[in-house]
């Protein structure tokens, strides 16, 4: 079974800097799915950032990049330049390439975002 | 398009009551997907549709629940005879099969079972 974890329950920085949240997974597959989900608080849950397994080159949009080690199944975000509206829980998430396309994902990491 | 609407944003019930959610997903997107989210976890997956088709349920997915999805639009999710343990933020997302991977998600509707 497809597992991912997020080590890191709480994570802060201070506005403008970068902070790094990190994410592993265990799958025996080789065509997979990898995603960042941000749940701001009582709000939706939106689509930060995805990586197609294939692609060796890291996803990146805007503020938000990924750091994709595959070999180490390993998917780090990074965010730059941090702005008060970034504070909410993230999750990392799974999905196999095909199928359901359903997603796994981690328990959160709540990144609080200081003035 | 307003993106995925679900109906009640917040429930509370009394133990052993019937309650059925509304999801209304993006109108293009085929595709509709049912989560669980309980108290400082990550969601977990229910169920999921393909048009009106429910082609995957998981096993957390016990007999006192049941979603449909007629005529391949709105999604219902009905839990039978509630539970305490059913508490939790209830998530539906939609999405398009063979377009961009990844879902729009909806607001939840956050069950109270007491």
């Known amino acids: 079974a497809q597992t991912v974890t997020q080590s890191q329950p709480e994570m802060s920085v201070q506005e403008a800097e970068t902070v790094t949240l990190s994410c592993t997974y265990d799958?025996?597959?080789?065509?997979?799915?990898l995603f960042w989900y941000k749940q701001p608080p009582s709000r939706q849950m939106i689509l930060v950032i995805r990586?197609?397994?294939?692609?060796?080159q890291n996803a990146t949009e805007n503020r938000f990049s990924v750091n994709f080690q595959k070999a180490a199944k390993s998917f780090s975000l990074k965010i730059s330049d941090s702005q008060l509206g970034d504070a909410a829980m993230y999750f990392c998430a799974w999905s196999f390439q095909g199928g359901s396309e359903k997603l796994v994902f981690g328990k959160g990491t709540k990144l609080t975002v200081n003035p | 398009d307003t993106g995925v609407s679900q109906d009640p944003r917040h429930k509370i019930t009394k133990r052993g009551q019937n309650v059925t959610f509304r999801c209304d997903p993006i109108?293009?997107?085929?595709?509709l997907y049912w989560y669980r989210q309980t108290l400082g976890q990550g969601p977990e997956f229910l169920t999921y549709?393909?048009?009106?088709?429910?082609?995957?349920k998981s096993r957390l997915l016990s007999d006192r629940f049941s979603a449909e999805r007629p005529k391949g639009s709105f999604s219902t999710l009905e839990i039978q005879r509630t539970e305490q343990g059913d508490s939790a933020m209830y998530l539906c997302?939609?999405?398009?099969?063979?377009?961009?991977?990844?879902?729009?998600f909806g607001s939840g509707t956050r069950l109270t079972v007491v």
């Open positions: 549709f393909q048009n009106e088709a429910q082609l995957e």
């Open positions: 990586q197609e397994a294939y692609k060796q």
């Open positions: 109108s293009e997107h085929n595709r």
């Open positions: 997302a939609s999405s398009l099969y063979g377009g961009p991977v990844g879902y729009t």
């Open positions: 799958t025996s597959e080789s065509d997979y799915y």
